[in-house]
């Protein structure tokens, strides 16, 4: 084997490849495109901050003489708040039906009816209260209902402590100051026994809800930092099978397979060479994606070189690079030219791309198409990469996936070569 | 004399075709051979077995004394086939640089062979531009170029002058004539007689996957050419004129379009028979000369059929 030969199948491919204008498109520009595309439509700049409903209110509770009357509800609703971000963008309507109409125009996310005598049952009972949530999107229903919802849920706790804040006043004039009783607890007072009582009925569990979710779900940079090593894996994947389909097909087409194979080249030489210059394609591109979603989208994708683990990323970019250029291989048996074969591998990989977890997060997917996301090993080698590029993961946390993946592609690989040499024979008579 | 190509009784058989019936020829050390006969004669399938690209059915190749799948064979030929079989989207330079490093040559030493080949066959002032846009005659010059790049002992040329004008067909018969003043030895398939005529030492006549025929050129027509040949130049060409000239002198006649050539044994008695037969079937002659008999002569003769049917 004589490196030079394989070096002059790596210059000839990566000079040549370059130079066509539709191969640059696929492994640069495509993946740009539709991460800006999710950069800027699904995760726009504003992703994480507090939604603004558009509220419709019809007020029929205007002249009643409770301090919590429907103009004052209307005044809370109007000012309330979340991180500094008011939560309602109040309209007041004259009637119901023009509120509904509304609604079904698209122009409001939700609407609430405040009966006459609001106020009044607020104080001597139990208010009523009627709400029209928008269902012009299925996602636009849960959000809008998911803020209506816990507004009323607080506003009722509020307004109940409250109401006993009041009761418990004119109550406790009655309970002696100084009467004790034993409890559980130890000794109270009975007046303190009284107050948690009540306290107890009116709000019986006083759970506090936090969100602990990692970064790379919330946070804009982290999510377009997830979305570009998805990118690169959707590249990696179409590209890889594109280079391994059209190795053998492009060269007989354009007869030149057999100039090549008339030199004292060994198919093995060949086989590394092109191989080589995948690879070599593959990682510019890679590099070219993830710069430019750092410079530009600012993604958050961290690889620090003294950190042992992080090189276990060009690790397993070369991983996948073998494990689809020897897919590649495999598909180059079915593609009669480099047309077809090209166009059968994008397909192939931007498919794959989409039901297999690599492109969409596996949560986003049926039950049926993350089993095959589970068993795909690319999407493997993507996770390890996003696992220690975005979430920083430690080195035995990625270990046994990345064992598992050397393996498979070994395995892939060998397949690959059996077929490439096969392919080979079926052309020229070795 | 040592033959540096041998070919022992080759049969070559794709499914119930059988492309080569039995061939044996031989290349010296020095010589121009050239394999003659028209498209689909077998030409090509033997130069593949011969540059160890297909295997025979039956019979025995030696390259340099070696079987052609070695690559020590493989080094020594300078393979130009009939499609240019170019990366398009390389300069000529750059396809040139590729082969050099197939054959294991790179560096200076390999620019300056690139340079001193792409002088040769005038593209040095093209060896910049991508190939896709190079036309028929360039890619074909720029192929021949590839197949010298290594200086190899022997040089297998198929159809290597297809497709190119008069004036660049010849220098592209300088250069296999100096190479053969080199030493070197040239496998030649062609369909052009004058090609083989000017270039060859010897000759083989390939038909229907078979040697017809061997020989030095010069012995070749003398032998199974005809005695003379009666070529007549016409304003226009009767039709039927061929079927009729047939008739009356009883011998092989090529129309090419308003050029009449007729095989003679007696042109004194044949030349007023043809003439008058034009003028009857409405013909016009513009000139009129007998001459000596071409390879295509001798195969029309052994065949019937022209070279370029």
Redesign the interface.
Same mark, same amino acid.
């Given at each position: 084997m004589k490196w030079v030969r394989i070096k002059a199948f790596i210059v000839a491919y990566i000079k040549a490849l370059f130079r066509d204008k539709a191969s640059v498109f696929w492994i640069i520009v495509w993946p740009l495109l539709i991460l800006l595309m999710t950069a800027y439509i699904f995760i726009p700049p504003s992703f994480g901050n507090p939604v603004t409903l558009n509220l419709g209110v019809v007020n029929n509770d205007v002249e009643s003489m409770s301090p919590f009357n429907g103009t004052s509800f209307v005044v809370m609703l109007k000012e309330f708040e979340y991180n500094g971000t008011k939560l309602f963008e109040v309209k007041l309507y004259g009637n119901e039906s023009m509120l509904i109409n509304e609604l079904r125009r698209g122009k409001l996310d939700a609407g609430i009816v405040i009966p006459e005598g609001f106020g009044e049952e607020v104080i001597l009972g139990q208010a009523y209260l009627k709400v029209y949530i928008s269902g012009e999107s299925v996602y636009d229903f849960q959000v809008n209902k998911a803020m209506l919802g816990e507004f009323m849920r607080q506003l009722s706790v509020h307004i109940a402590l409250e109401k006993l804040r009041m009761t418990m006043k004119y109550v406790m004039k009655w309970v002696p100051e100084n009467v004790t009783i034993r409890t559980s607890h130890g000794v109270m007072s009975l007046r303190e026994l009284i107050w948690r009582y009540m306290l107890g009925m009116v709000l019986p569990i006083n759970a506090s809800v936090k969100e602990v979710a990692p970064k790379a779900v919330v946070d804009r940079p982290y999510l377009l930092g997830w979305f570009s090593l998805g990118a690169i894996g959707m590249m990696l994947l179409y590209s890889g099978f594109s280079i391994g389909a059209t190795t053998i097909v492009e060269e007989k087409e354009e007869g030149r397979l057999y100039r090549i194979l008339s030199t004292p080249v060994t198919e093995i030489e060949m086989l590394i060479g092109k191989t080589i210059g995948g690879l070599v394609v593959l990682a510019i591109s890679s590099l070219i994606i993830v710069v430019a979603a750092i410079m530009l989208l600012h993604a958050k994708v961290e690889w620090n070189p003294l950190r042992l683990v992080d090189w276990l990323v060009p690790l397993h970019l070369l991983l996948i690079s073998i494990m689809t250029i020897s897919i590649g291989l495999m598909i180059s048996l079915i593609a009669k030219t480099t047309k077809g074969a090209s166009n059968l591998a994008t397909v192939l990989g931007l498919v794959l791309a989409f039901i297999t977890g690599i492109w969409f997060p596996r949560e986003w997917m049926p039950k049926s198409l993350r089993i095959l996301a589970d068993i795909f090993p690319i999407t493997w080698s993507v996770d390890v990469m996003r696992d220690i590029m975005v979430k920083r993961a430690m080195l035995h946390e990625v270990m046994i996936p990345t064992v598992k993946c050397v393996f498979i592609t070994i395995g892939i690989f060998t397949i690959g070569i059996m077929l490439y040499r096969k392919m080979i024979r079926k052309y020229v008579e070795m | 004399m040592v033959y540096v190509i041998e070919v022992s009784n080759v049969w070559k058989r794709y499914g119930d075709k059988e492309a080569l019936k039995g061939v044996s020829i031989r290349v010296g050390e020095g010589e121009v051979v050239s394999l003659l006969g028209p498209n689909g004669a077998g030409k090509t399938t033997l130069i593949?077995i011969i540059? /160890?690209? #297909?295997?025979p059915t039956k019979g025995i190749v030696k390259v340099g004394g070696m079987d052609p799948?070695d690559? @020590?064979a +493989?080094?020594i030929?300078g !393979?130009c086939?009939q *499609?240019?079989? #170019? @990366? /398009? $989207? #390389?300069t000529g330079r *750059?396809n040139m %640089? !590729?082969?050099a +490093?197939?054959? /294991? %040559? $790179?560096g200076v030493r390999a620019k300056r062979r690139i340079n001193e080949l792409l002088e040769k066959v005038g593209l040095l002032g093209d060896a910049d531009r %991508?190939v896709r846009r190079y036309s028929g005659g360039m890619k074909r010059r720029l192929s021949l170029a590839?197949a010298l790049i290594h200086d190899p002992k022997i040089l297998v040329l198929d159809e290597p002058t297809l497709g190119m004008d008069p004036g660049m067909r010849r220098r592209v018969w300088d250069i296999v004539k100096e190479a053969r003043d080199k030493g070197k030895s040239v496998l030649l398939a062609t369909h052009y007689m004058e090609e083989a005529d000017e270039l060859s030492d010897r000759v083989y006549i390939v038909h229907e996957g078979r040697v017809l025929i061997e020989g030095n050129p010069q012995q070749l027509k003398e032998e199974y050419g005809p005695p003379s040949v009666i070529e007549i130049e016409l304003y226009k060409s009767p039709s039927e004129l061929g079927e009729n000239i047939r008739k009356v002198v009883g011998s092989n006649v090529m129309i090419d379009e308003c050029l009449l050539r007729v095989h003679s044994k007696s042109p004194d008695e044949d030349v007023p028979k043809i003439i008058s037969q034009i003028y009857n079937l409405g013909g016009d002659v513009k000139s009129l000369r007998v001459t000596k008999p071409t390879l295509e002569d001798v195969f029309l003769r052994l065949t019937g059929r022209r070279l370029r049917e």
């Open positions: - | 593949s540059v /160890g690209i #297909l295997k799948k690559p @020590n +493989r080094s030929i !393979f086939p *499609e240019s079989a #170019l @990366n /398009g $989207d #390389l *750059e %640089l !590729f082969y +490093r197939l054959h /294991g %040559l $790179d %991508l590839i």
